[in-house]
């Protein structure tokens, strides 16, 4: 049983359309994440959601908007595609937000590629 | 705002050998914690280790160990006994007391191991 689940693995699409990438954790955890990482293998955190409620909202277009439906989901969708957004995108979650005991566990990510 | 530094892009090690990897960071938070993720060619993110920062004591998994030196806010990442499956490349993170959950990384070092 896959613990933090993305879907699609892979997405290849064309500048100015508008795409959505799932996440599912079945950890029971509180806390989840979006994560961004660029073609030198930065990572950044883009949103975390506590709860369904929204505590981190770094610096990001907001052609990027999160929705988390429940506490074990939290979807990323994506208006108008640049190819600056091309890019590999991570979920993760936590039990907590704060503290040690804040381990995060990582989905597989999503290949992000818009032409 | 803290920042992670690993000034090392690249490391190679033999079969069996030790390897160390460098990260540094700054802060003026008091209250922290430091983590070790790897990401193997799959892609995935796997927490290592992990390490608070009012602990004297390093921390060690098997065959890992770091080296925590708080005032010099360094935390390096050994690595004994190196194993093929050790290849990937290897993240430093800093999580600060603000309870957001907000992981801040490194650039990330390469490392091969060479049979």
């Known amino acids: 049983d896959t613990a933090v689940s993305q879907t699609p693995k892979y997405l290849v699409t064309q500048m100015g359309n508008d795409k959505s990438i799932k996440c599912e954790q079945n950890?029971?955890?509180?806390?989840m994440y979006w994560y961004k990482q660029d073609s030198k293998k930065f990572l950044k955190i883009m949103f975390s959601?506590?709860?369904?409620?929204?505590?981190i909202n770094e610096t990001v277009p907001n052609r990027f908007s999160p929705k988390s439906p429940d506490k074990a989901h939290l979807n990323l969708h994506i208006n108008s595609l640049e190819l600056g957004d091309s890019a590999v995108y991570f979920c993760a979650s936590s039990r907590i937000a704060g503290g040690v005991k804040n381990i995060q566990y990582f989905g597989a990510g999503t290949r992000l590629s818009v032409l | 705002a803290q920042t992670v530094t690993q000034s090392q892009p690249e490391m190679s090690v033999q079969e069996a050998e030790t390897v160390t990897l460098s990260c540094t960071y700054d802060?003026?938070?008091?209250?922290?914690?430091l983590f070790w993720y790897k990401q193997p060619p799959s892609r995935q993110m796997i927490l290592v280790i992990r390490?608070?920062?009012?602990?004297?004591q390093n921390a060690t998994e098997n065959r890992f160990s770091v080296n925590f030196q708080k005032a010099a806010k360094s935390f390096s990442l050994k690595i004994s006994d190196s194993q093929l499956g050790d290849a990937a490349m290897y993240f430093c993170a800093y999580l600060g007391s603000s309870n957001t959950g907000k992981l801040i990384f490194g650039q990330g070092t390469t490392l091969q191991v060479k049979p």
């Open positions: 802060t003026s938070e008091s209250d922290y914690y």
């Open positions: 950890l029971g955890h509180d806390t």
């Open positions: 959601y506590n709860n369904k409620e929204l505590i």
């Open positions: 390490q608070e920062a009012y602990k004297q």
